[in-house]
């Protein structure tokens, strides 16, 4: 099904050179070919469709960018059913490097900040596939820390944290609601296959202090931030801190832990997609506070419930401090939340606002269950 | 069914009156028609025979309505309902004008039944209901003169300070004041009756074991058990030092004053000890003597206080208010005496409050007519006043005979009987408390003479606004005349005792300080005017306690700050240090990043290489 994808994939964006909206007809059909009737990959997928479907806010000539979210998608689909080491480097490169491009589109050219981008995204990835390689060649300890540190600047957890706030900032929000939300999973997904329960101390006790620093320095710095975007670029180092403690617990609550991370990585990602479409498009007040509250971990939204089963698995692997630690966070957190969403006042374009009304609708999952089942069942 | 209509009808009559005075006044008969089933009711209930009613509550705990009917409950309910019913028809006429009249006929009923509820419970759960429905009723009824804005409703002379004391007080300000004061006593006398029910389970006064209770606790467990029940009953009856709340209370109606003085709350106090020495029998237990020793001398010291205070006040109302606690004072060191005495020292102070309800009643509504026909709440009148108010000066006349204790009217016969019992004490106590209590008596007809006196005979002329008041007359001359009947009945009692010799002297004495009192009411000087700022007790009340309250508001105070402090700017501003810091990283120059992130990459290669190659 996924080769079937990718050449639909491709012919579609050879075509669209020529016929533009060939290129979305082409990028949604590949989408559609790798859908799985799994909830969590079926909000995935939702979400790459939000994503390629925002593109066309930017407006440009040529329909070739729709083809990136869908091949970051077809890479992420099929990490999840993979597990042999090269299918997953490659996973891992194909769901990042399309962001590279990403992030260079715009009205006009970001070179500057693709550049910067670019940097931090190329060691990411030397040091994450370096790090790969040595945990199969039996060394687990240096292989971990390198595949944390490259966890850590691909996906942007302080202190190496230093490229989200200037690109988010600065690239297109569009750009930046991708970043921020499809090229997140694989990273952790091969993370948590490989590292999950099998760290030993040194490297155990690096991954929490990696957790709190990022917990602490997205908050702290999202609270005085002016800007939407920048606000939105410490919410997403903090979330990340919050996805990566998850992986400090012990094997037996590990599916637990990773539910938690995956529906928190959702609710990140719907929000983040909802807001950066919000920053470019306008959206309701009501709705932005809904984000907001499910961002914030307001009971029965979507948030809460990532950092209910993060720290429900924290608490049964004797990791009381790291849950209180989340707890403190989730509160320091409300200002800036709140603040965000006072940014925004109504709907300028009918698109926008769709693809926020659905972001809006997925946060406001009250009713966890299938997506927790599916995680577990991802998880075997 | 019974109770029921007892203690609901006054309540229940008295809200058409609530719903609807605005619109017809005399709705007001209502109240009073309630106040009249529940007089018919206790007359009911006196011919009952004694004995305990009981009404399931708190089934779990032993708990229930429990009702009794004997020697003191049958007369205090008939007493309390007929003086209640009495200044019921006075208020109709004398609170015709006023201006929140349903607030005044709901709590003046609430009152009435509350306190019918505190006469007839036996379970002391039950009594507190009343008890509480007391304090509420007072506090609303002392302020119900809320508005502050008419002179005749202070206390005190207006504006007029001594060192840093306000000798002034307004209707509000007493309201809270009493009901503060009682809240007090009212505490460790909740604490007291919870530890009754720890240590007996169960809380009908009649039926606790307090043979078992006291050897339980014994000598000092005993005397803090009975001081903090007691606590309730000397602040309701203003026992010293918690007087001056009954002082102010004179800046509420006079009805309420004449109701809260005679056969209510502070009433209250003195009925439950009582009730509680009725049962406890305090003369078979040797844990109680500290305890009645201070009681006795508590009641005969706060007596004392009460009638010099008296002595040298010129209010109308506050000279009757520390006569009362004068009363009260007796009744209480009169109970006392019971655990020397036995029963009799109980009857005759009950007795005693009977009588004192009548004569103080009756006092006080006389004393309220004068204030609405000279418009002067200080004593004044003279001789002109006297022809015109025939009747109001009758009635004084023969209430402060009967109440000084001048043979042969009714208290005189009281006053020999706690002679009799005072002298049989002396062997124990020897001959202070006779000293004390003769010396009260002397002071007692004496200020009463000063009252009549400088009221009808030799006080100053004062301007008549008299509006041809029919009720007021009547419902104080009946009830002058009740003490006629009791004077009778008393004498049948007591005569043996009436015709000793140190009850006669006693008589002859209090009879010369009376015809003193009368021929020269007034004198002037400093020890005088000390009286009549009640010794600056005051200062306790307005100087001491607001300290201590003072004291936890600025306490208060600074932790508030130290939260506000901490919360609001301390540690927003760490975070917005903290968050600057964290930001001022964004340089937004590339070479700055990959210096900082290449750094911490090899650190940490460096590290994990470390340990991989030694581990």
């Known amino acids: 099904m996924e080769i079937l994808a990718l050449i639909v994939l491709t012919m579609g964006t050879a075509l669209s050179l020529r016929w533009k909206r060939l290129g979305v007809i082409a990028g949604i059909a590949s989408i559609l070919l790798v859908l799985r009737f799994e909830p969590l990959l079926l909000i995935v997928t939702l979400i790459a469709l939000m994503n390629l479907i925002s593109l066309d806010l930017i407006g440009r000539k040529y329909g070739t960018v729709f083809a990136l979210p869908a091949l970051m998608l077809i890479a992420t689909v099929h990490a999840f059913y993979t597990s042999d080491l090269p299918s997953l480097i490659v996973c891992f490169i194909v769901a990042s490097v399309p962001t590279y491009a990403l992030v260079l589109i715009s009205e006009d050219l970001k070179t500057k900040t693709a550049i910067k981008y670019v940097t931090f995204m190329v060691t990411a990835t030397i040091l994450f596939v370096l790090g790969l390689i040595l945990i199969y060649e039996n060394f687990k300890l240096f292989g971990s820390f390198l595949l944390l540190t490259g966890l850590a600047l691909e996906v942007g957890i302080a202190p190496l944290h230093e490229w989200v706030p200037d690109v988010f900032s600065e690239a297109d929000p569009i750009s930046a609601s991708i970043i921020a939300s499809l090229a997140k999973f694989v990273p952790f997904l091969i993370a948590f296959r490989v590292l999950g329960g099998e760290m030993d101390f040194l490297s155990l006790t690096f991954l929490i202090a990696l957790a709190v620093i990022s917990m602490f320095v997205g908050n702290i710095g999202g609270l005085t931030s002016n800007e939407p975007s920048r606000i939105l670029a410490y919410s997403t180092i903090a979330n990340m801190g919050y996805v990566i403690s998850a992986l400090a617990v012990n094997p037996l609550s590990l599916p637990v832990a990773f539910a938690g991370a995956f529906i928190q990585l959702l609710a990140n990602s719907v929000g983040k997609v909802g807001f950066f479409t919000a920053i470019k498009g306008g959206a309701n007040r009501l709705l932005s506070f809904i984000l907001s509250f499910s961002m914030i971990g307001v009971p029965p939204l979507l948030g809460f419930w990532g950092k209910f089963f993060i720290a429900t698995s924290l608490l049964k692997s004797n990791l009381t401090f790291l849950a209180i630690i989340l707890v403190v966070n989730s509160v320091m957190s409300v200002p800036y939340y709140v603040r965000l969403a006072r940014f925004f006042d109504r709907g300028r374009s009918a698109l926008a606002s769709a693809v926020v009304g659905v972001c809006v609708l997925i946060s406001l999952t009250i009713y966890p269950n299938p997506i927790y089942y599916s995680c577990l069942s991802v998880w075997r | ?615």
């Not at chain 2, 300070?161 to 004041?177: D, E, I, N, T, Y």
């Not at chain 2, 022809?387 to 023969?398: E, G, Q």
């Not at chain 2, 000084?404 to 020897?430: C, N, Q, R």
């Open chain 2, 1 to 615: 069914m019974i109770w029921l209509i007892l203690f609901l009808s006054p309540v229940i009559f008295s809200l058409p009156t609530v719903i609807a005075w605005t619109y017809r006044r005399n709705l007001s008969i209502s109240s009073v028609v309630g106040l009249l089933i529940s007089l018919a009711v206790t007359i009911y209930l006196y011919r009952m025979p004694e004995g305990f009613y009981t009404i399931p509550w708190l089934p779990s705990l032993g708990i229930e309505f429990r009702f009794v009917l004997d020697y003191l409950s049958k007369n205090m309910g008939v007493l309390t309902a007929l003086i209640a019913f009495l200044i019921g028809i006075y208020s109709l006429e004398y609170m015709r004008e006023d201006y929140r009249i349903g607030w005044y006929w709901f709590f003046f009923n609430l009152f009435t039944a509350s306190m019918l509820l505190v006469v007839y419970s036996d379970n002391l759960l039950g009594l507190l209901i009343g008890w509480e429905g007391l304090g509420l009723a007072s506090w609303a009824l002392i302020g119900h003169w809320f508005r502050d804005d008419d002179e005749l409703n202070y206390v005190g002379v207006l504006g007029r300070k001594v060192g840093p004391l306000k000798m002034f007080w307004s209707p509000s300000f007493a309201g809270w004041r009493a009901i503060s004061t009682i809240r007090i006593g009212d505490m460790p006398m909740f604490l007291g009756i919870a530890l009754i029910f720890a240590l007996a389970g169960n809380l009908n006064v009649s039926q606790i074991d307090w043979n078992a209770v006291f050897t339980k606790i014994g000598l000092i467990g005993t005397t803090f058990l009975m001081i903090s029940i007691l606590m309730g009953p000397f602040t309701k009856s203003a026992q010293l030092p918690f007087s001056e709340w009954l002082m102010t209370a004179m800046t509420g109606p006079t009805t309420v004053s004449a109701l809260l003085h005679s056969a209510t709350m502070v009433a209250a106090g003195a009925y439950l000890f009582m009730r509680l020495s009725w049962y406890i029998q305090p003369w078979n237990y040797h844990e109680l003597e500290p305890v009645y020793v201070f009681v006795l001398f508590l009641g005969l010291f706060s007596s004392l206080y009460g009638a010099i205070v008296a002595l040298g006040c010129r209010e109308r109302k506050v000279l009757l208010a520390s006569s009362t606690l004068s009363s009260l004072g007796i009744m209480f060191a009169v109970t006392s005496l019971s655990y020397w005495v036995g029963k009799i020292a109980i009857v005759i102070a009950f007795i005693y409050l009977i009588v004192h309800a009548f004569a103080k009643a009756t006092l006080f509504l006389v004393a309220g007519h004068l204030i609405h026909a000279t418009h002067n709440r200080f004593c004044c009148g003279n001789l002109e006043l006297t022809k015109r108010m025939k009747l109001a000066f009758l009635a004084t006349v023969l209430s402060t005979l009967c109440l000084s204790g001048i043979p042969p009217f009714t208290a005189y016969w009281v006053k020999s009987g706690m002679d009799a019992i005072l002298h049989e004490v002396s062997h124990h106590l020897g001959q202070t408390p006779m000293i004390i209590f003769v010396l009260i008596a002397l002071t007692y007809s004496a200020f009463l003479a000063k009252f009549l006196s400088l009221n009808f005979l030799k006080g100053e002329w004062a301007k008549l606004h008299l509006h041809g008041e029919r009720l007021m007359p009547t419902s104080y001359t009946i009830m002058v005349l009740t003490l006629l009947p009791l004077a009778y009945v008393l004498y049948l009692k007591f005569f043996r005792e009436g015709l000793e010799t140190t009850s006669i002297i006693v008589g002859i004495l209090v009879t010369l300080t009376y015809v003193v009192g009368i021929v020269k009411p007034t004198h002037e000087s400093k020890i005088g005017q000390a009286l009549g700022d009640r010794l600056y007790l005051m200062a306790l009340n307005d100087l001491i306690v607001p300290k201590v309250g003072w004291f936890f508001a600025l306490l208060s105070y600074y932790f508030d700050r130290a939260v506000d402090l901490f919360t609001h700017s301390s540690i927003p501003e760490m975070f917005e240090e903290l968050s600057k810091a964290v930001r001022r990283i964004q340089s937004g120059v590339l070479t700055r990043y990959v210096r900082i992130v290449i750094g911490i990459v090899f650190a940490i290669i460096l590290i994990a290489g470390w340990f991989e190659w030694r581990f």
